[in-house]
């Protein structure tokens, strides 16, 4: 096992009915500034119960943060927040609006251009850049991203997806109930399990460290979702079925299976160049990608793949190959299962667009991807081709 640091100060409170936390959780006199999407929270009456809960602060909403959240969107709130003197912010909303909330956090009180932040990528933005953030909280919508635990961001700027992530982004709390998650359409409860799924996966196989830990809870957290995927896809008001979905999702990228291993996020990167382009889904993207990666790093990967085969899918019998091909075709006929295609030509893009994406990955420096800095632009459009 590698060495490691962990840090997490996020509270979570789960369950049915939680909303009253929040009067306890904000500053008695905060100026409030509500986060929410395109409207679900809006017309489901949360933005309402959630405002109840804040009593008698001043309170400012700011809707319209969309799917993939636009720089140019963000820092419209970031001009409310300097001219209304917000001092606390509530996200309510998926990976979006909560990845958006955090972008605002950390550029509300930057002094240079918040373009600046956008060029970190995985390397945490420190207190010499960032001396003052608001802070926030959240209500999860969308139990997917891992956003709701985490101190990580994506921004969509200029046809780039830009990761962003600082320790001053974790959230001062997360209100985690199942039953708000119960509007969702099917398409992005698939997008959701998909998502955990393969956040579990980039971390899980990559290659042995002896981390027994991690492994055994990473392969706790892919079986979960294989029991209940299509359950809580089927049956979006199984309080169990859903209950299960959010705390795995949560689980699959708080940090806790992260720490002492490898880890890949090829499928990732390549991903949001996908949604980047052709504005596909983020879950969907890593349904394309993810059973390429396997494929085409099957050998760097090797001796998790077997285990994955093994102990994930009970696949007792064969050859080690045999395994990791059966492994492949169990993951893809589980997302399949979710309604979630998994080839590149099912949505819509051609075969003269791979060498698109591959400039793409390298106008944005990523030319060594995975545990292994391997995964060069060559094999990038080998696992194109593999998913075309
Ligand atoms: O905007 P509204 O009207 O709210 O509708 C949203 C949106 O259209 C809808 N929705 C959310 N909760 C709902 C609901 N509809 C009905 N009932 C509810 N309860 O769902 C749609 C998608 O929402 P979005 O927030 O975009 O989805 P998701 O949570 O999958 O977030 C995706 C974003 O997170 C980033 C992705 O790149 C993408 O930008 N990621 C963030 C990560 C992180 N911070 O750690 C890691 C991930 O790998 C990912 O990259
Ligand atoms: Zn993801």
């Not at 943060?65 to 912010?89: S, W």
């Not at 969702?184 to 990559?206: C, M, R, S, W």
């Not at 991903?271 to 349904?287: M, N, P, S, V």
Request: glycine content about 8%; charged content about 20%; aromatic content about 10%.
């Amino acid at each position: 096992m590698f060495n490691f640091d962990f840090y997490n100060p996020t509270r979570i409170f789960f369950g049915k009915d939680r909303l009253d936390v929040i009067d306890k959780n904000v500053p008695a006199n905060a100026n409030v500034l509500i986060t929410f999407g395109g409207g679900s929270a809006k017309k489901s009456g949360l933005i309402d119960k959630v405002k109840a809960n804040l009593g008698s602060r001043k309170v400012i909403e700011f809707g319209g943060i969309e799917p993939n959240p636009r720089y140019e969107t963000l820092m419209k709130a970031v001009e409310v927040v300097r001219n209304e003197n917000i001092d606390f912010i509530i996200a309510v909303g998926g990976g979006s609006v909560i990845d958006g909330t955090k972008f605002i956090s950390l550029s509300s009180h930057y002094q240079g251009n918040a373009t600046d932040l956008l060029k970190y990528g995985f390397t945490p933005i420190t207190s010499e850049v960032i001396k003052k953030v608001v802070p926030f909280g959240v209500v999860l919508t969308l139990p997917a991203t891992g956003s709701e635990m985490n101190s990580g961001a994506v921004v969509s700027y200029n046809h780039g997806k830009f990761p962003v992530m600082s320790e001053f982004s974790f959230p001062k709390f997360s209100i985690l109930d199942p039953t708000i998650t119960f509007t969702l359409p099917k398409t992005q409860v698939a997008n959701g399990v998909i998502d955990a799924f393969v956040h579990t996966l980039e971390q899980y196989i990559t290659f042995p460290v002896d981390a027994k830990v991690q492994d055994r809870m990473a392969e706790g957290i892919l079986q979960t979702l294989i029991e209940i995927g299509t359950t809580t896809e089927a049956e979006p008001e199984n309080y169990d079925a859903r209950a299960n979905l959010v705390w795995s999702a949560t689980m699959a990228l708080n940090g806790v299976i992260a720490v002492g291993v490898p880890q890949d996020w090829t499928t990732h990167m390549i991903g949001h160049e996908l949604t980047a382009l052709f504005g596909i889904d983020h879950g969907q993207t890593l349904a394309i990608i993810y059973p390429a990666v396997m494929n085409v790093c099957r050998e760097q990967k090797h001796a998790k793949l077997v285990q994955y085969a093994q102990r994930v899918w009970n696949i007792a019998t064969g050859t080690d190959d045999e395994k990791i091909d059966l492994a492949i075709q169990k993951t893809k006929d589980f997302f399949e299962s979710l309604g979630v295609k998994t080839r590149l030509s099912d949505y819509g893009v051609t075969a003269d667009k791979i060498p698109v994406v591959v400039e793409q990955l390298k106008a944005h420096g990523l030319t060594a991807l995975s545990e292994t800095g391997k995964v060069t632009l060559e094999v990038s459009q080998k696992i194109l081709e593999q998913a075309f």
